[in-house]
């Protein structure tokens, strides 16, 4: 989530010991790195999503999938194109109609050659954004990137108890900001009916879903944008109750 990727030496390694096959969600990710292999090769089978909110957009709906098992890849291929076997229209089995459309497919293509310089440019954005915050010097805590991580930046959020009043304040200057996301998975209709979740089941998530926000955040942002939005967020509250 907002760029990290998790942990997957603990996960594989549980992932192992029940013979369990790991997919790695790589949508906000991609780009990042852990232990110095990139985010979308960390376990199985990695994804990614090209919809424009991510790192890497296109303009409309896409994404990837990654693996290094060549059986895999053929049916995963396979899948993608209504199930096909060897031959065009004979069906192997029940698939999707998941082609990458070849206007994104060009866009990425063109998109892909400037990435690697993105994920800097968007790595700088956070470092401004974490120096002008803490320069404010009220005991924020910034978000940060583990050791033996990097981070591709899809995000740069922040846990507040003051978070509405400072989206108020930064909406009336005309900068936007989001929740990601405002109700946890166990509490999402989908999951609740069946599974039997309630509020109070898991607070942590409850919590973070109730504070968090996230700060604009792309590769040409300038520094004095970032400078401005701080200013605004440092008017409007005591930092002290931002915390991540
Ligand atoms: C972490 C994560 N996984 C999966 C998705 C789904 O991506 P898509 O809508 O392209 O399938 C998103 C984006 O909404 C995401 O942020």
Known sequence: MFGLPCDYDSINAI????????????????GGEYKGKKAG????IGCTSFFPAKPLGCYGDGGAVFTDDNATADTLRSIRVHGKGTHK???ARIGLNARLDTLQAAILNAKFDIFP??????????LKYTEFLSA?????????????????WAQYSLLSDKKAEIQDALKEKGIPTAVYYPKPLHLQTAFAQYLGYKEGDMPISE????????LPMHPY????????????IGNEISLTEVIF
């Open 89 to 91: 229209y004979d069906n």
């Open 221 to 232: 942002l300038e520094t004095k944008e970032i400078e401005r939005i701080c200013k605004i």
């Open 136 to 152: 404010l010097n009220l005991q924020l805590s910034a978000p940060s990137v583990p050791e033996g991580y990097k981070s591709a």
């Open 15 to 30: 992932a192992k010991e029940h013979g369990l096959f790991v997919i790695e969600d790589a949508a906000q990710g991609f």
């Open 41 to 44: 090769s960390l376990t199985d």
């Open 117 to 126: 310089q993105e994920i800097d440019l968007r790595n700088h954005v956070a």
């Open 207 to 214: 919590d973070c879903s109730r504070r968090i926000f996230s």
